[in-house]
């Protein structure tokens, strides 16, 4: 298993930029897939972004407009979601999880972040 924390979070305005760090511990980080997920008040969770455990595989979810990216460090263990151009709609808690499966279904992570709030103003 890997243990995971983030951190970026804040509150900003619409129109700035969030760059959440997703640091790891344990074994073998490179072997797992990252994925990026989210939940709004008052809303389910939500898939934001995944990456393969070599980097060179990456997919979004499709309302994100290509405003966010995903990328990771395997030599620093961290992942990274980089979130331009944020809108009121994109407050909500972001969590990462570590998943062996490449996949945007959430049961499939097995480790989860404790998650980072962020929270985009008018």
């Known amino acids: 298993q890997v243990q995971l924390v983030e951190s970026g979070g804040e509150s900003v305005q619409a129109g700035e930029s969030l760059r959440l760090s997703c640091a790891a511990s344990?074994?073998?980080?490179?072997?797992?897939?990252i994925g990026w997920f989210r939940q709004a008040p008052g809303k389910g969770q939500e898939h934001v972004a995944r990456?393969?455990?070599?980097?060179?595989?990456?997919d979004y979810a499709d309302s994100l407009d290509g405003r966010f990216t995903i990328s990771r460090d395997n030599a620093k263990t961290t992942a990274y979601l980089q979130m331009d151009d944020l809108k009121p709609e994109d407050t909500a808690v972001y969590f990462c999880a570590a998943s062996l499966l490449y996949t945007s279904n959430s049961s499939a992570y097995k480790s989860w972040g404790q998650g980072t709030q962020v929270t985009v103003s008018p």
């Open positions: 344990g074994r073998a980080f490179y072997t797992f897939v």
């Open positions: 990456i393969a455990g070599g980097g060179g595989r990456t």
